[in-house]
Protein backbone atom coordinates (compact mmCIF):
# COMPACT_ATOMS: atom_id res chain seq x y z
CA UNK A 1 0.00 0.00 0.00
CA UNK A 2 1.72 3.31 -1.01
CA UNK A 3 2.02 6.49 1.84
CA UNK A 4 -0.32 8.61 2.29
CA UNK A 5 0.71 12.30 0.56
CA UNK A 6 -0.91 15.33 2.52
CA UNK A 7 0.35 18.52 1.50
CA UNK A 8 -0.67 22.30 2.70
CA UNK A 9 0.91 24.91 1.66
CA UNK A 10 0.24 28.40 3.19
CA UNK A 11 2.35 30.78 2.05
CA UNK A 12 1.18 33.65 0.47
CA UNK A 13 2.78 35.43 -2.80
CA UNK A 14 6.45 36.40 -0.82
CA UNK A 15 7.82 39.92 -0.68
CA UNK A 16 10.35 38.94 -3.36
CA UNK A 17 7.23 38.82 -6.02
CA UNK A 18 5.36 41.57 -4.87
CA UNK A 19 8.07 43.52 -4.59
CA UNK A 20 8.49 42.97 -9.04
CA UNK A 21 5.67 44.92 -9.28
CA UNK A 22 4.81 42.39 -12.11
CA UNK A 23 1.36 42.75 -13.22
CA UNK A 24 -1.23 39.95 -12.72
CA UNK A 25 -3.04 38.90 -16.65
CA UNK A 26 -6.39 40.13 -16.59
CA UNK A 27 -7.39 36.96 -17.40
CA UNK A 28 -6.61 36.02 -13.81
CA UNK A 29 -7.28 38.57 -11.78
CA UNK A 30 -10.18 38.68 -9.13
CA UNK A 31 -12.90 41.42 -10.89
CA UNK A 32 -14.40 42.66 -8.00
CA UNK A 33 -12.11 43.58 -4.41
CA UNK A 34 -12.42 41.68 -1.52
CA UNK A 35 -12.19 45.11 0.85
CA UNK A 36 -15.77 44.57 2.23
CA UNK A 37 -17.62 41.52 3.59
CA UNK A 38 -19.24 39.40 0.90
CA UNK A 39 -22.27 39.25 3.15
CA UNK A 40 -22.58 43.44 2.33
CA UNK A 41 -22.10 42.22 -1.74
CA UNK A 42 -25.53 41.49 -4.55
CA UNK A 43 -25.85 37.69 -4.85
CA UNK A 44 -24.46 38.36 -8.23
CA UNK A 45 -21.57 39.64 -7.00
CA UNK A 46 -20.83 36.86 -4.91
CA UNK A 47 -21.53 34.57 -7.49
CA UNK A 48 -18.86 36.59 -9.64
CA UNK A 49 -16.19 36.18 -7.20
CA UNK A 50 -16.30 32.55 -6.04
CA UNK A 51 -16.99 31.25 -9.62
CA UNK A 52 -13.49 33.11 -10.23
CA UNK A 53 -12.19 31.69 -7.16
CA UNK A 54 -13.36 28.14 -8.63
CA UNK A 55 -11.65 28.67 -11.71
CA UNK A 56 -7.97 29.80 -9.97
CA UNK A 57 -8.66 26.58 -8.11
CA UNK A 58 -7.38 24.66 -10.57
CA UNK A 59 -3.90 26.46 -10.57
CA UNK A 60 -0.89 25.67 -8.72
CA UNK A 61 -0.69 27.92 -5.43
CA UNK A 62 2.60 29.73 -7.06
CA UNK A 63 0.33 30.62 -9.67
CA UNK A 64 -2.15 32.32 -8.35
CA UNK A 65 -1.26 33.24 -4.55
CA UNK A 66 -0.29 37.18 -5.61
CA UNK A 67 -3.32 36.89 -7.59
CA UNK A 68 -5.25 36.02 -4.21
CA UNK A 69 -3.05 38.31 -2.26
CA UNK A 70 -4.31 41.65 -4.79
CA UNK A 71 -7.67 40.40 -4.64
CA UNK A 72 -7.57 41.11 -0.81
CA UNK A 73 -6.83 37.95 0.80
CA UNK A 74 -4.32 37.57 2.81
CA UNK A 75 -4.79 33.59 3.75
CA UNK A 76 -4.31 31.21 1.27
CA UNK A 77 -3.65 27.49 2.27
CA UNK A 78 -3.55 24.81 -0.67
CA UNK A 79 -4.36 21.72 0.80
CA UNK A 80 -4.39 17.94 -0.98
CA UNK A 81 -4.34 14.54 0.43
CA UNK A 82 -4.17 11.48 -2.29
CA UNK A 83 -5.63 13.67 -4.83
CA UNK A 84 -8.33 15.65 -2.97
CA UNK A 85 -7.94 19.53 -3.24
CA UNK A 86 -8.83 22.77 -1.77
CA UNK A 87 -7.93 26.22 -0.93
CA UNK A 88 -8.17 27.39 2.36
CA UNK A 89 -8.86 31.85 1.30
CA UNK A 90 -9.95 34.70 3.64
CA UNK A 91 -8.97 38.02 4.69
CA UNK A 92 -10.54 39.71 8.08
CA UNK A 93 -14.04 39.58 7.07
CA UNK A 94 -14.68 35.98 5.58
CA UNK A 95 -13.43 32.48 5.36
CA UNK A 96 -13.70 30.61 2.17
CA UNK A 97 -13.23 26.68 1.58
CA UNK A 98 -13.02 26.40 -2.57
CA UNK A 99 -12.53 22.93 -3.95
CA UNK A 100 -11.07 22.18 -7.18
CA UNK A 101 -13.05 20.59 -9.66
CA UNK A 102 -12.48 17.17 -11.93
CA UNK A 103 -9.22 16.44 -13.53
CA UNK A 104 -9.21 14.21 -16.12
CA UNK A 105 -5.34 13.01 -15.16
CA UNK A 106 -6.22 12.00 -12.09
CA UNK A 107 -7.53 8.74 -11.44
CA UNK A 108 -8.79 10.06 -7.55
CA UNK A 109 -10.89 12.15 -9.60
CA UNK A 110 -12.03 9.98 -12.09
CA UNK A 111 -13.03 7.44 -9.77
CA UNK A 112 -14.91 9.46 -7.75
CA UNK A 113 -17.08 10.73 -10.65
CA UNK A 114 -17.84 7.01 -11.53
CA UNK A 115 -18.62 5.39 -8.17
CA UNK A 116 -22.09 6.41 -8.35
CA UNK A 117 -23.71 4.47 -5.46
CA UNK A 118 -25.00 5.78 -1.88
CA UNK A 119 -23.56 5.30 1.41
CA UNK A 120 -25.19 6.43 4.83
CA UNK A 121 -24.02 9.53 6.23
CA UNK A 122 -25.30 10.95 9.48
CA UNK A 123 -28.00 13.29 7.81
CA UNK A 124 -28.72 10.76 5.05
CA UNK A 125 -27.26 9.07 2.04
CA UNK A 126 -24.76 10.31 -0.12
CA UNK A 127 -22.38 9.65 -3.00
CA UNK A 128 -19.62 7.49 -2.11
CA UNK A 129 -17.01 8.99 -4.26
CA UNK A 130 -17.64 12.44 -3.45
CA UNK A 131 -18.09 11.27 0.63
CA UNK A 132 -14.74 9.08 0.00
CA UNK A 133 -12.97 12.69 -0.95
CA UNK A 134 -13.86 14.79 1.06
CA UNK A 135 -12.92 12.20 3.48
CA UNK A 136 -9.56 12.16 2.88
CA UNK A 137 -9.50 16.03 2.77
CA UNK A 138 -12.18 16.93 5.96
CA UNK A 139 -9.20 16.14 8.84
CA UNK A 140 -7.22 18.47 7.30
CA UNK A 141 -9.56 21.30 6.44
CA UNK A 142 -11.18 21.55 10.05
CA UNK A 143 -7.40 21.37 11.64
CA UNK A 144 -7.22 24.78 9.31
CA UNK A 145 -10.68 26.40 10.33
CA UNK A 146 -11.17 24.98 13.77
CA UNK A 147 -10.89 28.46 15.84
CA UNK A 148 -12.29 30.53 12.60
CA UNK A 149 -14.92 32.87 13.71
CA UNK A 150 -15.52 34.50 10.64
CA UNK A 151 -18.49 33.94 8.03
CA UNK A 152 -17.54 30.58 6.22
CA UNK A 153 -18.17 29.98 2.62
CA UNK A 154 -18.16 26.96 -0.04
CA UNK A 155 -17.53 27.24 -3.36
CA UNK A 156 -16.38 24.97 -6.46
CA UNK A 157 -16.57 23.81 -10.15
CA UNK A 158 -17.92 20.38 -10.80
CA UNK A 159 -16.82 17.65 -8.85
CA UNK A 160 -15.62 20.67 -6.50
CA UNK A 161 -18.92 21.31 -6.58
CA UNK A 162 -20.01 18.45 -4.90
CA UNK A 163 -17.11 18.61 -2.45
CA UNK A 164 -17.85 22.15 -1.88
CA UNK A 165 -21.37 20.85 -0.33
CA UNK A 166 -20.62 17.98 1.19
CA UNK A 167 -17.35 19.83 3.25
CA UNK A 168 -20.30 22.18 3.88
CA UNK A 169 -22.56 19.22 5.47
CA UNK A 170 -19.34 18.28 7.12
CA UNK A 171 -19.03 22.18 8.63
CA UNK A 172 -22.21 22.07 9.66
CA UNK A 173 -22.20 19.07 11.67
CA UNK A 174 -18.26 19.32 13.03
CA UNK A 175 -18.27 20.87 16.64
CA UNK A 176 -15.89 23.86 15.37
CA UNK A 177 -17.69 27.24 15.64
CA UNK A 178 -17.55 27.59 12.24
CA UNK A 179 -21.15 28.24 10.08
CA UNK A 180 -21.62 27.60 6.59
CA UNK A 181 -22.71 31.18 5.22
CA UNK A 182 -23.60 30.06 1.50
CA UNK A 183 -22.32 27.61 -0.92
CA UNK A 184 -22.05 28.68 -4.68
CA UNK A 185 -21.46 25.56 -7.47
CA UNK A 186 -21.18 25.79 -11.08
CA UNK A 187 -22.10 22.62 -12.85
CA UNK A 188 -22.04 20.43 -9.81
CA UNK A 189 -23.77 17.30 -10.09
CA UNK A 190 -26.45 15.64 -7.79
CA UNK A 191 -24.78 14.56 -3.94
CA UNK A 192 -27.07 12.37 -2.09
CA UNK A 193 -30.82 11.52 -1.53
CA UNK A 194 -33.29 13.73 -0.82
CA UNK A 195 -32.69 14.20 3.37
CA UNK A 196 -28.88 14.62 2.40
CA UNK A 197 -29.69 17.40 -0.29
CA UNK A 198 -32.63 19.13 1.86
CA UNK A 199 -30.14 19.05 5.52
CA UNK A 200 -28.29 22.14 4.70
CA UNK A 201 -30.48 25.11 5.29
CA UNK A 202 -28.37 27.66 3.90
CA UNK A 203 -28.70 29.57 0.52
CA UNK A 204 -27.01 27.28 -2.07
CA UNK A 205 -26.62 29.33 -5.49
CA UNK A 206 -26.42 26.10 -7.64
CA UNK A 207 -25.72 27.54 -11.30
CA UNK A 208 -26.28 25.39 -14.50
CA UNK A 209 -25.20 26.43 -17.42
CA UNK A 210 -28.22 25.49 -20.43
CA UNK A 211 -27.12 21.84 -21.62
CA UNK A 212 -23.92 21.15 -19.35
CA UNK A 213 -24.30 17.42 -19.10
CA UNK A 214 -22.70 17.29 -15.36
CA UNK A 215 -25.75 18.79 -13.36
CA UNK A 216 -27.80 15.91 -14.94
CA UNK A 217 -25.77 12.79 -13.35
CA UNK A 218 -26.20 10.69 -11.05
CA UNK A 219 -29.46 10.18 -12.00
CA UNK A 220 -32.86 10.87 -10.05
CA UNK A 221 -33.86 7.21 -10.68
CA UNK A 222 -30.63 6.06 -8.08
CA UNK A 223 -32.24 7.68 -5.66
CA UNK A 224 -30.01 11.29 -5.85
CA UNK A 225 -31.79 14.71 -5.84
CA UNK A 226 -29.92 18.55 -5.86
CA UNK A 227 -28.94 20.26 -3.58
CA UNK A 228 -29.97 23.73 -2.93
CA UNK A 229 -31.57 26.54 -5.84
CA UNK A 230 -30.65 25.95 -9.09
CA UNK A 231 -29.98 29.13 -11.32
CA UNK A 232 -30.34 27.91 -15.31
CA UNK A 233 -28.83 29.61 -17.94
CA UNK A 234 -30.50 29.76 -21.40
CA UNK A 235 -29.18 28.97 -24.25
CA UNK A 236 -28.92 32.96 -24.72
CA UNK A 237 -26.74 33.43 -21.83
CA UNK A 238 -29.43 34.85 -19.48
CA UNK A 239 -31.06 33.51 -15.76
CA UNK A 240 -34.36 31.73 -16.75
CA UNK A 241 -37.14 30.14 -14.67
CA UNK A 242 -37.54 27.45 -17.69
CA UNK A 243 -39.27 24.28 -16.55
CA UNK A 244 -40.52 20.79 -18.53
CA UNK A 245 -40.71 21.34 -21.95
CA UNK A 246 -39.40 24.84 -22.31
CA UNK A 247 -36.26 23.69 -21.01
CA UNK A 248 -36.30 21.31 -23.21
CA UNK A 249 -36.63 23.08 -26.23
CA UNK A 250 -33.84 25.55 -24.80
CA UNK A 251 -31.57 23.08 -24.59
CA UNK A 252 -32.67 21.65 -28.11
CA UNK A 253 -32.00 25.21 -29.60
CA UNK A 254 -28.64 25.08 -27.64
CA UNK A 255 -27.24 21.91 -28.62
CA UNK A 256 -28.48 23.00 -32.66
CA UNK A 257 -26.23 25.79 -32.16
CA UNK A 258 -23.27 24.34 -30.85
CA UNK A 259 -22.98 21.88 -33.58
CA UNK A 260 -23.43 24.58 -36.12
CA UNK A 261 -20.38 25.23 -34.75
CA UNK A 262 -18.85 21.78 -34.24
CA UNK A 263 -18.72 21.71 -30.92
CA UNK A 264 -21.02 19.73 -28.93
CA UNK A 265 -22.73 21.81 -25.79
CA UNK A 266 -23.20 18.68 -23.73
CA UNK A 267 -19.43 19.31 -22.70
CA UNK A 268 -18.52 22.66 -23.53
CA UNK A 269 -21.07 24.28 -21.81
CA UNK A 270 -19.31 22.38 -18.52
CA UNK A 271 -16.53 25.00 -19.16
CA UNK A 272 -15.63 27.26 -16.20
CA UNK A 273 -14.72 29.71 -19.03
CA UNK A 274 -18.45 30.02 -19.92
CA UNK A 275 -19.89 30.26 -16.33
CA UNK A 276 -17.52 33.02 -15.55
CA UNK A 277 -18.84 34.97 -19.04
CA UNK A 278 -22.48 34.73 -17.66
CA UNK A 279 -22.05 35.81 -14.59
CA UNK A 280 -19.60 38.52 -15.69
CA UNK A 281 -22.63 39.71 -17.90
CA UNK A 282 -24.82 39.76 -15.46
CA UNK A 283 -22.22 41.73 -12.88
CA UNK A 284 -22.15 44.11 -15.88
CA UNK A 285 -25.60 44.59 -16.20
CA UNK A 286 -26.18 45.01 -12.37
CA UNK A 287 -23.31 47.97 -12.68
CA UNK A 288 -25.29 49.72 -15.98
CA UNK A 289 -28.49 49.38 -13.67
CA UNK A 290 -29.98 47.05 -16.18
CA UNK A 291 -32.65 44.85 -14.76
CA UNK A 292 -31.15 41.16 -13.37
CA UNK A 293 -33.75 38.16 -13.25
CA UNK A 294 -33.72 37.52 -9.86
CA UNK A 295 -35.25 33.69 -9.31
CA UNK A 296 -38.14 33.54 -7.69
CA UNK A 297 -37.13 32.07 -4.33
CA UNK A 298 -34.28 33.96 -3.91
CA UNK A 299 -34.45 36.73 -2.18
CA UNK A 300 -33.35 40.04 -3.70
CA UNK A 301 -30.63 41.54 -1.90
Known amino acids: M????????SDMASDATRAT??????????????DKPLAEMSW?????????????????????????????????????RDGAEAYVLGNRFDCMIVCRGTEPNQWNDIKAD?????????????????HSEVNELWPLLEQQIKENQRPMWFAGHSLGGAMAAVCAVRCK????????????TYGAPRVGDRSYSSYLKVKHYRWVNNNDIVPR???????????????????????????????V???????????????????????MVDYIKHVRGHYEDELAGRPIKTPKHIPAE
Request: overall charge positive.
Open 217 to 247: VPPRWLGYRHMGQEIYIDRNGRISDLRLWLR
Open 114 to 130: ANAWTVASEVGRVHSGF
Open 173 to 184: ISPIPSNPQAIF
Open 44 to 80: IQKSLVLAELSRLAYAAPEQVENVFYEAGLDQCLFIA
Open 2 to 9: SARSDTVH
Open 249 to 271: RDRFWGLLASLRLWKLDYFSDHA
Open 21 to 34: GRNTPADQRITIKL
